[in-house]
């Protein structure tokens, strides 16, 4: 249990890379943090500063009110859970799990009581005396976890934990981290380029693009005020339709005007709007697909059907229409049946005033939070990424410290993304830079 303050924290790599850039968070004690962006976006490296594994070009990093900039990773009582993590074959999974603790000369009996208790917690007590190979992808996860639960970590760092797992065992396994998050009750930071994964475990979600934060906020926050246009794309699925619009102000009213359909925007938004003394001018328009409603109304929106799609709950119509692509999330109650729309059905839709975001067509800047959304350096970020860099969610670099733990090539970790393969003849050995050597 601790708090972590990141403060300016910046990482160039090689003098040329700048991966992450005017990095500011106060994170609260036992708060669940997700980083979440595009692949490259600099949240694996944000991740491993705080856990140590990466220098930090400039900036500080508080863990508990201690700064820990120059503290090697094993003595930030963090424990992290990797992607790729890996487990030692030859070892059961009681073992496995023990490891780091008759690393660091845990009396028998405290190990025994810590690893029964995260096994229990992990519903993996039953597998106990079992090796790696005889488990599914799955349970090879819960085992990862379990040895960095025994730990009792202040901080529990969690890089793409789930992105090796099947779609299915990935849903299950999000809602064991929810599980997990309730009875290990510690301070959490977790990295994924999912936003679902974000919206569902994230107390506040970190959205970055290209090494600078975009935009920090509850689920909730980030999904009803986005922002910026890159926030509002990245959530919310289907994504946001975008148009090319006009605001107009009519006294201490606004009014967004689509292709001859005038809306006025909700009191709320207006009182926003009006409080930065915003004006006329041609915007983004942002536009939920689940709030666009089809509708007989002469002066609404005409759309061309391309094809709609049976969810079950909804059906989502694709559309032609503004001279762009456009979906529309129609919801079905109980009984209601629909058919699929033929192709070239003319619709038409609407939309109300509460619904619509309207964004700066420079800055992609949302007009009712212009100040908040401004980022303190205001020149583009300056991201170089050389030919020779590897794609950001290469795996086998991600490995920490081989060094640390060296296992023979016989009794190399079964990496979690080849469960079955035979271990490689230079295995990513999974260093355990968190224990005592
Ligand atoms: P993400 O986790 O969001 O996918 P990363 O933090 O891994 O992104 O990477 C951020 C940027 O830094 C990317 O441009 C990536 O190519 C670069 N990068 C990551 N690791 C290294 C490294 N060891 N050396 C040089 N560049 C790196």
């Not at 943090?33 to 508080?62: F, H, N, Q």
């Not at 809602?175 to 994230?202: C, P, W």
């Not at 007989?296 to 229409?321: K, L, N, P, Q, T």
């Amino acid at each position: 249990m601790a708090d972590l303050s990141l403060r300016n924290v910046k990482k160039i790599y090689d003098n040329t890379v700048v991966a992450v850039q005017s990095f500011n968070l106060e994170i609260a004690d036992k708060e669940f943090i997700v980083l979440v962006g595009p692949s490259g976006c600099g949240k694996s490296t944000t991740l491993r500063m705080v856990a140590g594994l990466e220098d930090i070009t400039e900036g500080e990093i508080y863990i508990g009110g201690r700064k820990v900039n120059t503290v090697p990773p094993k003595d930030r009582d963090i424990a992290m859970v990797f992607q790729n993590y890996a487990l030692y074959p030859h070892m059961t999974v009681y073992d496995n799990i023990a490891y780091g603790l008759k690393l660091r000369k845990f009396p028998k009996r405290v190990i025994d009581q810590k690893v029964r208790e995260a096994a229990e917690i992990l519903d993996i007590s039953e597998l106990l005396k079992r090796k790696p190979k005889a488990l599914s992808g799955g349970q090879r996860q819960r085992v990862a976890i379990g040895r960095a639960i025994v730990r009792e970590p202040q901080v529990f760092l969690m890089d793409e934990p789930l992105s090796n797992l099947d779609a299915k065992l990935r849903n299950q396994m999000r809602s064991e981290i929810l599980k997990l998050r309730q009875k290990v009750n510690t301070t959490f930071i977790y990295v994924t380029h999912d936003q679902t994964e974000a919206m569902t475990l994230g107390d506040r979600i970190v959205i970055m693009k290209e090494g600078f934060v975009q935009q920090v906020g509850t689920p909730q926050e980030v999904f009803h005020h986005p922002a910026n246009l890159f926030v509002a794309g990245f959530i919310g699925t289907p994504q946001m339709n975008i148009f090319d619009a006009q605001l107009v102000r009519e006294g201490d009213r606004y009014f967004v005007e689509l292709a001859g359909l005038r809306v006025e925007m909700s009191a709320e938004k207006t009182a926003r709007l009006l409080a930065w003394d915003v004006a006329s001018q041609p915007v983004k328009l942002g536009l939920r697909p689940e709030h666009l409603t089809l509708t007989d109304r002469d002066d609404a929106v005409f759309a061309a059907v391309d094809v709609s799609e049976m969810m079950g709950s909804a059906v989502h119509i694709h559309v032609s229409a503004c001279g762009q692509d456009v979906v529309i999330v129609v919801p079905l109650s109980e009984e209601e049946e629909t058919e699929n729309m033929p192709m070239g059905q003319p619709v038409r839709f609407t939309f109300r005033g509460s619904a619509a975001h309207v964004f700066d067509v420079e800055t992609g800047y949302n007009l009712e939070y212009p100040q908040k959304s401004e980022p303190e350096e205001t020149a583009p970020p300056a991201v170089t990424v050389p030919e020779n860099v590897p794609p950001a969610d290469q795996t086998a670099e991600e490995v920490p410290a081989p060094e640390e733990l060296p296992a023979p090539a016989e009794e190399a970790p079964v990496p979690a993304e080849q469960p079955e393969a035979p271990a490689p003849a230079e295995p990513a050995v999974i260093g355990d830079p968190f224990a005592e050597e």
